[in-house]
């Protein structure tokens, strides 16, 4: 075990890798420099009803303002709190899996999700498995699952099935799921760790797969580009609201997420798997310390459990040294940044496969 340079216990090394600084705007940027623009103009009382005017047109931009925080937030950090599961959606047409082509309709990606579930249990790969799961930061976190497992090669390790199996708003109970879907036997399991993941009330889910398919529907992988990120004031609205709107809702399903979060991992292992408790990505260079309370928390719990089932806890939060552009928010990465994390995250891959006997040998 090594200590990372925020204080975070790991259990392998880490290397820091330079990163290509980029800029970016978000269209509801335009929408909050507008606002404040109508907001921060003068008036003068000509008469009762123009007097009137600018009070009404304030309010209206305040509760504009207001809703469109509240779609970000929703948008970027928010976790489902109900037990339903999204629906499963297939697409008929073929593509090379890894995005989908010009005037091509794209599958969700909880139906790119399930879509490879079903493809890998009705025909269990010869190569080892590697998954990684989590939520739309997860999915944001690779380059594409190609060149994730080329990348793999290039570092050292063996030809590989490697999937990002991230989607939007994912539970740690569908986590379990998956896992009880996926074919049994040697696997290592990237169990996405942030703060959205432990705000779902969500304790047990189930899962509908689709007909095995080959190839994979088109999909997009991505959401955000480096080409439209977030103003600096945005981003920094988004902290602000999260501790105003989801900070109560990570205390009251806290208990609940980490019971679950455990159960993930006994359900890993008694399935021969390799689970590996795995930071995502998060813009300190924006947040500072102001969520380290709720951080330090899930931390914690991550350290006990690593410690309690010997598994290992993996961050690349300091070591990766991402600046604000490589975000387009608070939680997901865009082109600089993934490229930073996907190299790091490779070459954790390459040592975890060594240790585990998964790449014709075992490190002793």
């Known amino acids: 075990m090594t200590s990372s340079a925020d204080g975070l216990l790991l259990s392998g090394k880490t290397t820091s890798a330079p990163v290509a600084v980029s800029r970016r705007r978000d269209p509801s940027a335009t929408v909050f420099l507008k606002l404040e623009g109508t907001l921060g103009i003068g008036t003068h009382r000509r008469s009762t009803q123009s007097a009137a005017r600018p009070r009404v047109a304030a309010a209206l931009a305040w509760t504009a303002c207001l809703l469109v925080v509240a779609a970000l937030l929703g948008a970027c950090s928010a976790q489902a709190t109900t037990g339903g599961v999204p629906a499963t959606v297939v697409a008929t047409g073929s593509s090379s899996g890894e995005a989908a082509a010009a005037g091509t309709a794209s599958v969700s990606d909880w139906a790119h999700v399930l879509q490879i579930v079903a493809n890998l249990k009705a025909q269990p790969p010869v190569e080892p498995v590697v998954v990684l799961f989590g939520g739309s930061a997860a999915r944001e976190s690779t380059i594409s699952d190609s060149n994730w497992r080329w990348q793999i090669e290039v570092k050292g390790g063996p030809a590989t099935a490697a999937y990002n199996l991230g989607a939007r708003n994912r ?194």
């Open 171 to 364: 539970t740690l109970a569908q986590n379990v799921a998956i896992v009880q879907a996926l074919p049994k036997g040697p696997t290592i399991v990237y169990i996405g760790i942030n703060l959205g993941a432990f705000t779902s009330a969500q304790k047990t889910a189930t899962i509908s797969l689709p007909k095995p398919v080959t190839p994979l529907p088109a999909y997009k992988q991505h959401s955000y580009s480096q080409s439209k990120i977030l103003s600096v004031a945005n981003k920094k609205r988004l902290v602000r609201a999260w501790l105003a709107d989801r900070y109560p809702v990570f205390k009251r399903n806290y208990a609940t997420s980490a019971g679950v979060l455990e159960k993930l991992v006994k359900v890993c292992r008694q399935s021969g798997m390799r689970p590996v408790l795995f930071e995502l990505p998060r813009n300190t260079a924006i947040i500072g310390h102001q969520l380290d309370a709720p951080v330090s928390r899930y931390r914690k719990t991550c350290q006990a459990l690593a410690k309690k089932y010997d598994i290992p806890y993996v961050s690349f939060v300091a070591q990766a040294k991402l600046p604000n552009s490589s975000f387009y928010d608070l939680w997901h990465l865009v082109e600089p940044g993934r490229t930073v994390w996907q190299g790091l995250l490779s070459t954790k891959t390459v040592e975890l496969l060594k240790k585990y006997d998964m790449a014709g040998g075992a490190t002793p």
